[in-house]
């Protein structure tokens, strides 16, 4: 799989790496070369080749690097869980390498790059029990509150191991192994932040409303989160990073809804678009009252829809009183929600907003629901397209994606209910 025949046979795969096959992979009968997985290139290979530029680097048990700052709360093993910085190899200003909301515009490979020269060190803790964590937990806490990046010597019982599954649906991430030791150098903490930490009698989810409002990233809300640096006392629990990320975007779309139902309607159809990593995003907002929802198309070679010859589709919605079950199709629906509330509040106005979404063979790998953020982020930046009904809107939409307009309606109950469902209003002399 690796063309350079040098670097092939240096690869020491006893020491270096491991492999793992899922059953029914098609990886091991292509081997990147036949692309089975009828994608625009080989996932696996983006991730080997961004693995080879760094693995120089890697020669020893002891890692010594910037931290972004960056940490890692795994999930698997739950509540017993794999806690620990993220360190690259090389020192500077490592910043960017955890700060995805400055990622939107790179590339697929530079993306890559950016998590997979991040080595994840490992510290069994319990979630529940952060206070039996130690030292090295409680380093691990002050770096996700870390202001800028900080220096790190990272002593592992073994060299750092990558392992590589041999599956397009992996996100891409670094090597890693089991912490002996940690040393974290001078730490600036982000003073809010720390604010917050301090504060035992402020629940977990007003301090990160409160920080948001008063600028903090979405990401650094999402790292303090994860290593439990908010919430009452007694009660302040590790949350994996993924599900901080899902927590954190919903906790403040909520707050945001709450604001947004107060505000007068919008009064013409708009249109916005992103087109990024091969997704393109169709949002249309309605002038009626708040309701959501979003709809994703996984095209045949696409992460989720590998082997099938048909579009597959997945929705969720919320009626103006919200919802009570998680969104089947996981944090991306709470992630654009995120996005859509930001721009109605920023407007003062009130909307139903519908967020669309083609995936296509170019988008290779999952990368994060911040793919998702970002890219609404982006189309609600732009000026939108206006219309003077839903169905001049419509049409718009049926010409800009390649999946035909009736499909699209026949899979979204708020379109369905915009287009057929008569409202009160009609009956009215004044309309309200």
């Not at 910043?95 to 515009?105: H, K, L, R, T």
């Not at 504060?199 to 409002?213: G, M, N, Q, S």
């Not at 309605?286 to 597959?312: C, H, L, M, Q, R």
């Not at 219309?387 to 499909?407: C, P, Q, V, Y």
Request: glycine fraction near 6%; charge should be positive; include cysteine.
């Amino acid at each position: 799989m690796v063309d350079d025949a040098r670097t092939a046979l240096d690869l020491n795969v006893t020491d270096d790496i491991e492999t793992r096959t899922p059953q029914g992979s098609l990886c091991t009968i292509c081997k990147g070369a036949r692309m089975l997985c009828r994608k625009a290139s080989c996932p696996v290979l983006t991730k080997i080749h961004s693995y080879l530029k760094i693995r120089a680097n890697l020669e020893r048990e002891d890692i010594n690097g910037s931290s972004p700052p960056g940490v890692f709360i795994g999930r698997f093993g739950y509540p017993n869980v794999y806690v620990g910085p993220l360190v690259p190899p090389f020192h500077g200003d490592t910043s960017f390498y955890d700060i995805p909301e400055n990622w939107f515009g790179k590339s697929i490979e530079e993306i890559v790059n950016f998590r997979m020269w991040l080595v994840r060190g490992e510290h069994r803790v319990n979630v529940k029990k952060p206070e039996m964590g130690g030292r090295i937990l409680e380093e691990t806490q002050f770096l996700a509150m870390a202001e800028n990046s900080v220096d790190i010597e990272l002593a592992l019982m073994n060299r750092p191991k990558k392992v590589f599954v041999l599956n397009d649906e992996i996100q891409p991430v670094g090597p890693s192994g089991r912490i002996r030791d940690l040393k974290v150098g001078s730490t600036r903490l982000d003073s809010r932040i720390e604010k917050a930490y301090y504060d035992f009698d402020l629940k977990a989810a007003d301090a990160v409303i409160e920080l948001y409002r008063k600028g903090t990233l979405v990401s650094r809300l999402q790292k303090a989160i994860s290593v439990g640096a908010f919430g009452v006392q007694d009660r302040r629990r590790l949350v994996p990073t993924r599900w901080s990320i899902t927590a954190v975007d919903s906790m403040l779309s909520l707050d945001l809804i709450d604001k947004v139902k107060g505000y007068p309607l919008i009064n013409e159809y708009r249109v916005y678009e992103s087109n990024y990593l091969d997704n393109r995003f169709l949002i249309i907002m309605i002038p009626e009252t708040w309701k959501y929802e979003a709809i994703e198309a996984w095209y045949p070679g696409t992460v989720w829809n590998p082997d099938s010859s048909n579009v597959f589709l997945i929705g969720d919605w919320e009626s103006y009183y919200g919802r009570t079950t998680y969104a089947r199709m996981g944090g991306c629906y709470y992630a654009a929600r995120l996005a859509v509330c930001e721009k109605l509040n920023e407007e003062r106005r009130q909307a139903t907003a519908i967020v669309l979404r083609e995936a296509h063979p170019g988008y290779i790998m999952p990368v994060g629901v911040w793919q998702v953020r970002e890219n609404v982020r982006n189309a609600l930046r732009k000026n939108p397209l206006k219309f003077n009904s839903l169905e001049e809107a419509l049409k718009h939409i049926g010409r800009k994606f390649d999946i035909g307009l009736g499909t699209w309606i026949e899979n979204s109950q708020l379109l369905k209910d915009s287009l057929i469902q008569t409202k009160i209003t009609n009956f009215l002399e004044v309309k309200i």
